[in-house]
């Protein structure tokens, strides 16, 4: 499994961003997917995952602000992500997980959040 994120960007404060994460390979395999983030001096993050069935989850910073969607067949997952605030800024990296294999990532993708 190898998988591209794409997306990332500057975006003002109170703005809107939109990031995506193809995978390719064995997609199939693919039981969850989603992305984490690292600040500087911070440890990384689970910002939200989502399954195969489309249960997701959230990290409490982003809920209410964050939205993450998946497509099966396409093995693509995206995060749109709304009212940004500079706390967001951070390298975003997209994974899949395949049971009993483990995690896959893709590089990471920067997000700066800035007026």
């Known amino acids: 499994v190898q998988l591209q994120a794409s997306g990332g960007g500057l975006v003002q404060p109170g703005g809107s961003l939109r990031l995506s994460c193809a995978a390719s390979?064995?997609?199939?395999?693919?039981?969850?997917m989603g992305w984490y983030r690292q600040a500087p001096g911070r440890q990384r993050e689970l910002v939200a995952s989502?399954?195969?069935?489309?249960?997701?989850i959230y990290a409490d910073s982003v809920k209410g602000r964050f939205t993450i969607s998946r497509d099966n067949a396409k093995g693509t997952v995206h995060l749109q992500m709304g009212s940004l605030n500079p706390e967001d800024t951070a390298v975003y990296y997209c994974?899949?997980?395949?049971?009993?294999?483990?995690?896959?990532w893709g590089q990471g993708t920067q997000v700066t959040v800035s007026s």
């Open positions: 390979g064995s997609i199939f395999s693919i039981y969850a």
């Open positions: 994974f899949g997980t395949v049971v009993a294999a483990g995690d896959y």
């Open positions: 989502i399954t195969k069935g489309g249960n997701a």
